[in-house]
Each structure stands twice: as C-alpha cells, then as structure tokens.
C-alpha cells in the first residue's frame, strides 16, 4: 500500500516536472527564433532558471523511488545481499539527513528572511519565497523518498528466505 502511494506520487511529480521542463524547452526555442528577428522574449532567464530548479526538485522523488537516480558503483554492491541492505540503509539514512538539514535551513532561515524582505526577482517580480518553498517541497519530498527506501532496505534484513540467495539483487526486491 505504501509502496503504491509512493508510486503514484512520484509519477505525479516527474509528470508535472516534464510539463515544466517541455515549457523551459519550448521558451527556449522561441527566445532563439526571436534573437534572429531581434525580438528576444523577455524573462527567458528566469524562466530557465526557475524552471530547472523546479524540475529538479519534483523529478528527484520519482528517480530516488525507483532507485535511478545519480549514483556512484559502491564498495558495498560488492558485498552480499544482507551486508548491502545495511550499507543500503545508512546510504539512504545520510542522504536523509542531508535533505533534512537543507529543508530545516530553508524552513527556519531562509523562508522566513525572503518573506520578511520582500525580495522579488528582476524580470517577472517573483517574490523569491515562492522559489524556497519550492525548494523545500523538493526536499521534504526527497527525505520522505530516501527514508521510504531506507525502511525497504531494513526490512530485506528481516524477509523470510531474502537476502540469503548472493543473485538477490536488492534493486529488484524494493521494485518487484
């Protein structure tokens, strides 16, 4: 059941992040086009910039649940598959904590001084807390996500007749 929630929420957001990503590219093309006639489109910075930022945020879920996501080939995919799951684990717990501490930062400091400043951004006059809470869905998002894989990996340690079989890859147990 948890499995599916976190399915269905991160397709909704890397859904949404490719609706935002095809506006980025199309905004692009358009300021292109338009620098050859000299009528370039006005905010085409801001709307990449915001708009990668965005995606970025919203497409991390989705490849942080199915396990696709940037990583480097560890010691630990060498072990067998119980040592991995704990290896596993504290992996997703670091990452964990180190979206949390970046959404405790945005949310304690960072959130609270755009509002109280009132900073807005040059072109389009975004207020730039708009921008913080956005990120801090990202992150709240990804902690959620890591934390989700970080109780799958526990739980392999303690499944019945897994983790006991060296070709039991732990990617094909959280997924399957």
């Excluded at 905004?27 to 338009?34: F, L, Q």
């Excluded at 396990?67 to 040592?83: F, Q």
């Excluded at 717990?93 to 959404?103: E, H, I, K, N």
């Amino acid at each position: 059941m948890l499995n599916r929630f976190f399915d269905k929420l991160s397709l909704i957001c890397v859904r949404a992040a490719s609706v935002i990503l095809c506006i980025v590219a199309a905004t692009v093309i358009v300021n292109i086009i338009g620098r050859l006639f000299n009528r370039p489109v006005k905010g085409t910075y801001e709307i990449v910039q915001y708009g990668i930022l965005t995606t970025m945020c919203l497409a991390i879920c989705r490849t942080g649940f199915v396990k696709k996501h940037v990583r480097v080939e560890m010691i630990s995919d060498l072990l067998p598959a119980k040592p991995r799951a704990v290896a596993e684990c504290l992996q997703m717990l670091v990452s964990v904590a180190a979206f949390g501490v970046v959404l405790i930062l945005l949310c304690t400091k960072l959130i609270p001084e755009m509002l109280a400043s009132g900073r807005l951004t040059d072109i389009f006059r975004f207020p730039y807390y708009i921008v913080y809470i956005i990120l801090a869905v990202g992150m709240f998002l990804a902690a959620l996500t890591f934390l989700y894989q970080a109780i799958l990996s526990v739980s392999l340690l303690f499944a019945k007749g897994r983790g006991n079989d060296p070709k039991n890859k732990i990617d094909a147990d959280v997924l399957g």
